[in-house]
């Protein structure tokens, strides 16, 4: 059977969910070209590896040639200092939507974050592409990308889907994540219709399986047919026995962005 792509790139592919990706993703590509800072272990022959700085432009670039669509997922995966920001997250996603502008590379699928709008609160009722709200650098970082997949859309053509991820693990590890949690087959389904949906514009969807709590209306991002299949539920009674209930009052608490809200600035961390 002929599969929907002839290549697909995946960045940040030896992480966490880089690793998952490529194996939910093989179906779809005749080849998966895995990229990261370090080699990605056990290669299977659908599979080429390419060792590339997202910060290179020249090498980043040259990544998207000859590709159908591209899964970024490479950066910084938490707040860092201002320049590693800059350099991982900001200057090495420019580098991927511009190659792809030059290589003629028509879908992106970019793992934004919950930290994109983490200043929300829980209870304001908000849609899964609500206005930006950063709680970090980090999460200024993942406004911007956000902002460049409308220009390149608007522009230049290219569909992209900037799925703001919450908190993607094999189980919820916390109270927060009975929410917030994504689970690897939900993370790999949404990523998977993402590429595949006949028109994908430039969404931008929130990251999350079929939890019975739901703070945050994804109804916006339907076109995509991203079906949850997995749920946080099964886990409450094991995360409430083990954990203690979260001061309520506590910005960490209130702000859908979670313990992001309460870090100070990372370049005065460095400094001391």
Not at 104 to 127: E, F, L, N, Q, T
Not at 130 to 143: E, F, H, Q
């Amino acid at each position: 059977m002929t599969k929907p792509f002839k290549k697909i790139l995946i960045t940040g592919a030896a992480g966490r969910l880089g690793t998952e990706l490529r194996h939910g993703l093989a179906p779809l590509a005749e080849t998966l070209r895995l990229s990261d800072r370090v080699a990605c272990e056990n290669l299977s022959s659908h599979e080429e590896m390419v060792v590339c700085d997202l910060s290179d432009e020249k090498a980043t670039m040259a990544l998207l040639e000859g590709c159908d669509a591209v899964v970024h997922m490479g950066g910084a995966p938490l707040e860092r200092p201002w320049q590693e920001i800059l350099d991982s997250n900001i200057r090495g996603s420019y580098h991927i939507f511009e190659g792809a502008r030059k290589h003629g590379v028509k879908r992106v699928i970019y793992a934004s974050s919950v930290h994109a709008i983490g200043y929300h609160k829980i209870d304001d009722g908000i849609k899964g592409d609500a206005t930006g709200r950063p709680d970090s650098l980090y999460g200024v970082s993942k406004c911007f990308v956000e902002a460049l997949a409308s220009l390149y859309y608007d522009k230049f053509g290219i569909e992209s889907s900037c799925v703001r991820i919450f908190s993607s693990f094999p189980e919820p590890a916390d109270r927060r994540m009975l929410w917030s949690w994504l689970s690897f087959g939900d993370c790999i389904r949404m990523i998977s219709a993402c590429l595949t949906a006949p028109h994908l514009g430039a969404t931008v969807m929130a990251g999350m399986s079929d939890n019975t709590v739901k703070p945050v209306d994804t109804s916006s991002a339907g076109h995509v047919g991203y079906v949850p299949q997995d749920s946080a539920e099964s886990f409450r009674a094991s995360v409430e026995a083990k954990t203690e209930p979260a001061d309520p009052n506590a910005a960490s608490t209130r702000c859908i962005g979670g313990w992001f809200v309460d870090l100070g600035h990372q370049d005065d961390a460095a400094a001391a």
